[in-house]
């Protein structure tokens, strides 16, 4: 082999060993880059202690002045003390919103002191040997803060970097077995002035270890400014609208798993929000009770906004291909988007003289009070069918699913007694059969109520439309 040759035989090796080289550090980079946990629930999802006897409580928050009674459904502030009563080792909690302190409000809302006894409750959970922990999109809260002072690990995460969004997530994990999921936030709004609903399960040991996997997973999105090509396998969903959790729900035999968004926030085997609603929507056999702050198809982004078809096109074809009545309650408000008139006026004519085709639309406009504030907001984020509940965290617009972190849970019963489909059925029934809940009038645009005296300073939770930049 003359000088030549071996030269080009060493250049050929260094090109084969530094694209070896290359390989590794991609694939380094790609372990590094995947988030992980330890895998402390491993050992409690076996036979033996994953119960399949689960109790199921709906929960409300409805305002004093608002002349609507608990029809079914339990206090909100009572049930999450009592998730605090029943916890022995940790308390998970992942809230769009941080605001329990009212002292300021106490005397214009008598209710809002719940907000800021709930917070003192917090506070002493470490005293009592209860680790809590939160997950949060607020890089600067006070009140987190001093949760921290007494004890609690408190993460934060930069929604703008990871998904141009925000953390709408509103969850809680009380150890691992006991779960809260609904519309309201850790805010004395939530607990007074706002119309809330949400559930919460018991003794449901795996059906709550999948709803920590997704709290682990934003606890471990601290400081990242990328999502990870990567997910660890503890972080994939044990359950899915193929693989649901079977288990016993107040004596009926029912099946349940949970959903996330957004899309890129997806280990393996989770269903997304979207899926979920299609599922629910798609299994309806009669008809279709959704009730919504907000219901707008579009996507805002600059500088133009897109139609957002998904949720928009499930309805149409569920109207026409299936003769499924449907019926929408939306919050009528002063961030209420004009636009969404139109989408609902568009879903109404569908049925004009088409045979076995029922829409309805009303607006939840509460009354105005005297300083010109509103009477119980309606926040609530649900939809209701003959066979299946599903329950979230996002408001039925284009970038709340695409931008933006929430949760829900579906759960569906098997055979003829639907408990809770029944139970959350009545509550919707009671709200549109309320003097609040005014008929959507062909070519008219209701006048909401202005919000000022409740939304001040609270822009981040409750009033924007979920527009990454909260300007639709």
């Not at 090109?15 to 290359?22: D, E, N, R, W």
């Not at 949760?407 to 019963?413: D, I, P, Q």
Request: aromatic content about 8%; proline content about 3%.
């Amino acid at each position: 082999m003359n000088t030549e040759e071996r030269t080009a035989d060493s250049q050929q090796k260094c090109i084969v060993i530094f694209a070896l080289v290359c390989c590794f550090a991609v694939l380094v980079a790609l372990i590094f880059s995947a988030v992980d946990v330890l895998g402390e629930d491993e050992d409690i999802l076996n036979d033996d202690n994953c119960s399949d006897i689960c109790q199921v409580v709906l929960v409300e928050n409805i305002p004093e002045d608002i002349s609507i009674s608990h029809e079914g459904t339990t206090s909100l502030t009572a049930g999450l003390h009592g998730l605090l009563d029943l916890a022995q080792k940790s308390v998970e909690i992942v809230s769009p919103w941080w605001d329990l302190n009212s002292t300021e409000q106490d005397s214009r809302f008598p209710q809002a002191k719940q907000g800021r006894l709930l917070l003192h409750r917090l506070m002493g959970l470490k005293a009592q040997g209860v680790q809590l922990k939160v997950a949060s999109g607020m890089t600067s809260s006070p009140e987190l803060k001093l949760l921290s002072h007494y004890g609690a690990e408190v993460r934060y995460l930069n929604m703008t970097a990871l998904t141009k969004g925000e953390l709408r997530s509103s969850f809680w994990v009380v150890d691992r077995k006991h779960m809260y999921i609904g519309s309201a936030a850790m805010d004395w709004r939530s607990l007074s002035t706002l119309k809330e609903l949400g559930i919460i399960v018991y003794e449901c040991r795996c059906l709550a270890v999948d709803l920590h996997r997704i709290f682990n997973l934003y606890w471990q999105l601290e400081y990242r400014e990328f999502v990870p090509a990567i997910w660890s396998k503890r972080l994939s969903a044990l359950y899915s609208k193929e693989e649901h959790f079977s288990f016993h729900l107040n004596g009926s035999q029912a099946k349940a798993y949970i959903s996330s968004s957004p899309n890129i926030f997806r280990p393996k085997d989770r269903t997304t929000d979207i899926e979920a609603i299609f599922r629910v929507i798609q299994d309806a056999k009669r008809f279709i009770c959704i009730s919504m702050t907000d219901y707008l198809p579009l996507l805002s982004s600059s500088p133009h906004n897109k139609y957002w078809s998904r949720i928009d096109g499930m309805l149409r074809e569920a109207l026409i291909l299936k003769h499924v009545r449907v019926r929408l309650l939306i919050s009528c408000r002063e961030q209420t988007h004009p636009l969404t008139f139109n989408f609902l006026w568009s879903l109404q004519s569908l049925c004009i003289q088409t045979a076995n085709c029922s829409m309805e639309a009303r607006f939840f406009s509460p009354r105005v009070r005297d300083d010109g504030s509103p009477q119980g907001v309606h926040h609530h984020r649900y939809v209701v069918t003959d066979n299946s509940v599903y329950i979230g965290n996002l408001d039925w617009v284009g970038n709340e699913f695409v931008f933006n972190a929430g949760a829900g849970l579906v759960v569906s019963e098997l055979g003829r007694s639907s408990t809770l489909a029944e139970r959350l059925k009545s509550v919707f029934d009671r709200d549109w059969r309320s003097l609040y809940a005014k008929p959507l009038q062909p070519n008219k645009i209701p006048t909401c109520s202005s919000s000022a005296g409740v939304s001040k300073g609270h822009t981040g939770h409750t009033e924007d439309t979920g527009s990454p930049n909260a300007s639709l």
